[in-house]
């Protein structure tokens, strides 16, 4: 199937502003673009990319005093196979693990371990180990947390989601990873696109979406706290320890995000026969 997806994002910024992007999809899936996925500005501002420690590639600008519009748009392959339930998964002791991985059983800016770890080790550790330990604690998340827009809060924590018993699917993810990371599954917060694909179409106005993977069988899973059910044509644009990590832009100085337009659909299949 093809997916057509990008979006217009307006800054306005009071005098020059270094910023950081994470927009660009990530370099796992630029073998499926079928069209140029770039970056583009209404005004005259120089990028430069890099990848940074955890395999995403970002950008680098200065945006000039005044609203700036970025943009992008492309179209790309997926399979159109739901997400992959790994019933059969193993977990991994502790010493097993690559090094790399070892950072992600940590606690971090928004999942605080440490608040959570007492509750988690009572509720879960009586389930099997692996998959089934994950899907218990996605079954919790998905049943403990109302989703609400209107209780979106950027500053609350993985804790902060457990005793406000609502808000956005970043608090369905930080939640679910600090549980995972309390029961020694690695854990990492994954940001991107999905669309209605499959599903019945979300009244709400389109955004990026927030789940998460887990480290079990020696390969990265997907698991999604919110929906709680496998989905279809998810985009991948960067991992991370936390939305930290994989904010989508990251100013030093005053920024105010004044434009937010994201799109994620499905191409009909008569449009793809006529190209």
Not at 18 to 30: D, E, F, G
């Amino acid at each position: 199937m093809k997916i057509r997806a990008g979006f217009h994002l307006g800054y306005e910024c009071t005098q020059q502003t270094p910023m950081l992007l994470v927009l660009n999809i990530h370099p796992s899936r630029r073998a499926d673009l079928l069209s140029d996925q770039t970056l583009t500005f209404d005004r005259p501002i120089e990028a430069w990319g890099y990848t940074d420690v955890f395999g995403n590639a970002c950008s680098r600008i200065v945006a000039p005093p005044g609203l700036t519009t970025i943009s992008t748009e492309f179209e790309i392959y997926d399979s159109g196979q739901p997400d992959i339930v790994p019933d059969d998964a193993v977990q991994h002791a502790i010493n097993d693990l690559p090094d790399d991985v070892l950072v992600f059983l940590l606690g971090s800016r928004y999942c605080d371990t440490d608040r959570l770890a007492d509750f988690a080790w009572a509720r879960f550790s009586s389930t099997p180990l692996g998959w089934a330990r994950v899907q218990a604690i996605c079954d919790f998340v998905h049943d403990h947390i109302t989703f609400d827009y209107l209780k979106a809060d950027v500053l609350r924590t993985a804790h902060g989601g457990f005793t406000d018993k609502a808000g956005v699917c970043r608090d369905f993810a930080h939640l679910a990873i600090a549980l995972c990371r309390c029961m020694n599954i690695p854990a990492r917060y994954c940001t991107g696109y999905l669309g209605d694909i499959g599903v019945p179409i979300d009244p709400n106005p389109m955004d990026f979406s927030a789940w998460f993977e887990v480290f079990l069988g020696g390969h990265w899973h997907t698991v999604d706290a919110r929906h709680n059910t496998p989905r279809i044509g998810r985009i991948l644009m960067g991992t991370g320890r936390d939305a930290t990590d994989v904010a989508m832009s990251t100013a030093f100085g005053p920024a105010t995000l004044s434009r937010f337009e994201v799109i994620t659909e499905e191409v009909p299949q008569e449009a793809v026969k006529a190209d």
